[in-house]
């Protein structure tokens, strides 16, 4: 599973060796994950235009029983983490740049 990070947000975790969340994860009580197949989905509806984001891949089997599967866009389930994300459950991370067309351009690992 997937989460983007602004660069502040990401240089947060880096520093603290955890987070809660962006601003909307502290408002809603838990960090909003996306899956591959709605990555690209939430990158165009809530990053739109935005630059200096991160793309980290985080180990779901590492959160326990923390992480919840549930419903949102469309009823497609997505993963909400109802604790603090720790660094050490980045598997890796990689820059989201724009592409030519304003859309994000995905790592190949994807």
Do not use: C, N
């Amino acid at each position: 599973m997937y989460k983007i990070f602004r660069a502040a947000e990401w240089q947060a975790l880096e520093a603290e060796g955890s987070t809660r969340g962006a601003p909307v994860d502290l408002a809603d009580g838990y960090i909003h994950f996306s899956t591959a197949d709605t990555v690209a989905e939430t990158a165009a509806k809530h990053f739109a235009g935005a630059e200096g984001l991160v793309l980290a891949a985080v180990d779901a089997e590492t959160l326990g029983d923390a992480l919840v599967w549930e419903p949102s866009r469309g009823g497609a389930l997505f993963p909400h983490l109802y604790d603090a994300l720790a660094r050490d459950a980045v598997l890796w991370s990689r820059p989201l740049p724009l592409g030519p067309d304003g859309r994000h351009v995905f790592p190949a690992e994807l």
